[in-house]
């Protein structure tokens, strides 16, 4: 079963750092999929088979990229195989080049779509409160090689839009947005997905919204839509007529008809998502130096992530706090640390970057992000804020 609990926790002398057993039979993850109505699913699964049609632009793929665009509001989404390949497709159609501005607090996957290009993934400070780009950092990265801007939605709050696009406009550059975290978000009153020339989405397993395995390029922009179509299938216009450099970025009909089936189930993972994390809420006040990132109430979110920063009132650290959790069998994660620019491939290049992130730095250093869920349950959530508020609170040995 399932986060199957084995113990309370009520003092320090019950945590799994001091000998005891953990609270959790198996680990509890933070991204466990959430699978949706699985008869929807199989139904659709038979489709595919019954069509032989497994790939390829097959009808499943067409009505998912139909389903998206209109529960988004937007003309045109090229679904791909995952959201890694549509960031490197959409950069490729948007013709960047030499070096692109985005936040060294994202996954490493936006950092490395553009340097896997040969374009320089040039890092701007954040927010500490929004965790988002700082619009003043990002003018201070600009030069002339500068071509472009990828801000990041994270934790699905939506980026500063209107203030990029000033700066894109001011200088030349092109804007796009990495809206992996952020399906079923909206910037005032608007859906995610209808800013900037295009936005990317990602389905991995692991996002509130999945196909298992897939992702999005959403835009209002024909041509740019045309042309990404073009580049997912190796260029291919019809049969032996290649028109553009392309690679392999289909999505395959087994992961739209899991789109499919999730899409129709997707207000209800929110609904729980929104339980969870005002139970979290309520779990976890008053805890001495634990804060809950909160969502605006007047923008719809997922609600996906539970994030919980650590500050310098804690009794311990946030290093410790991940240590008994995991201890616990709660994998709780200290997303996105250290930071793109503290990782190998670019603290290599940047050695000295950190110079000009000084928030990214504080912000690296007191984030944890807590497991969530359709299929978690309160007293699972009562439990880890336990194990937290014992950590912080009860000094016995």
């Excluded at 490197?88 to 607090?105: D, F, H, K, N």
């Excluded at 240590?323 to 503290?342: D, Q, S, T």
Aim: net charge negative.
């Amino acid at each position: 079963m399932l986060n199957k609990l084995t113990k309370a926790i009520r003092s320090k002398s019950d945590l799994a750092i001091h000998d005891a057993p953990p609270a959790f039979a198996e680990p509890l993850h933070v991204g466990r999929p959430n699978i949706g109505n699985r008869d929807a699913f199989l139904r659709r699964m038979e489709q595919v088979l019954d069509n032989q049609w497994l790939t390829n632009n097959g009808p499943m793929v067409q009505e998912f990229e139909q389903r998206i665009a209109e529960h988004l509001g937007v003309k045109h989404c090229v679904a791909m195989c995952n959201g890694t390949i549509a960031l490197e497709i959409a950069i490729r159609a948007l013709g960047l080049s030499g070096e692109v501005i985005v936040p060294s607090w994202t996954f490493v996957a936006t950092a490395h779509a553009l340097y896997w290009q040969d374009i320089m993934p040039v890092f701007a400070d954040i927010d500490p409160v929004t965790h988002n780009l700082d619009p003043a950092a990002v003018r201070r990265m600009i030069t002339p090689r500068t071509s472009g801007i990828i801000g990041v939605h994270l934790w699905g709050r939506a980026a500063p839009v209107e203030e990029l696009r000033a700066i894109a406009d001011e200088h030349g550059l092109r804007l796009m947005f990495d809206a992996a975290h952020a399906f079923g978000s909206t910037y005032q009153g608007q859906s995610i997905g209808r800013f900037g020339e295009c936005e990317v989405l990602s389905f991995h397993a692991t996002k509130a919204f999945n196909t298992m395995e897939g992702g999005a390029v959403v835009t209002n922009n024909d041509e740019l839509a045309e042309a990404m179509r073009l580049m997912r299938n190796f260029g291919f216009k019809g049969y032996d007529n290649v028109i553009h450099p392309g690679t392999n970025g289909k999505m395959i009909e087994a992961c739209a008809a899991m789109g499919l089936a999730n899409l129709d189930g997707f207000s209800e993972v929110v609904a729980a998502n929104v339980r969870n994390h005002a139970a979290y809420r309520e779990a976890l006040a008053g805890i001495p130096g634990i804060s809950l990132l909160d969502y605006d109430p007047a923008e719809r979110n997922s609600h996906h992530y539970v994030v919980i920063e650590v500050d310098e009132s804690c009794p311990v650290t946030r290093d410790d706090i991940i240590v008994a959790l995991h201890a616990e069998n709660i994998l709780a994660r200290k997303y996105f640390w250290p930071g793109c620019h503290m990782m190998k491939p670019y603290r290599d290049l940047f050695p000295h970057a950190g110079l000009l992130l000084e928030h990214t730095r504080f912000v690296a250093e007191r984030v944890v992000v807590l497991p969530n869920g359709a299929a978690l349950t309160e007293e699972v959530i009562a439990t880890v804020a336990d194990t937290l508020r014992v950590l912080a609170t009860d000094i016995r040995p």
